[in-house]
């Protein structure tokens, strides 16, 4: 379990803010750290050895969720507070996550339907890509 202690080994990067939803799921998977308001979509987390996988490198469910988050901040920032689910969400992955950097997705919305939301974006580490991404989000209520 990720602690304050972990947490605090990382201040937050310029213009991005520590995740506020700490219990949840996404809170022990990261934390995460999302790009402060007025700024372009933006979710990130500093890897560590709880992140890799066998081969020493940052596991491919680790950058899946953080591909999952970015696809609703993206979404969120262009519409708006919503509630929804994740229908599908397509990953092709293209380089390896070295542990110790810090990770960061992006994206932008490509579509915005009455009940489903399309988005697609790219994770990247130290200014090499490590996953492009694509998704849909069906809003809810």
Sequence with gaps: MVTDKDIAQHEAPE??????????????????????????????FFSRSHHANMAGIVHGGALL????MALWDICRREIGVFKGVTVTLNAEFVGAGPVGAFIEATGEMVKSGRKMLFARGIVSAEGETLMSFSGTLKRLG
């Design 15 to 44: 213009g991005w803010a520590l995740q506020s939803h700490r219990e949840t799921f996404s809170g022990h998977a990261g934390p995460f750290y999302f790009r402060k308001e007025g700024a372009p979509a933006g979710v990130g």
């Design 65 to 68: 969720t953080l591909a999952d």
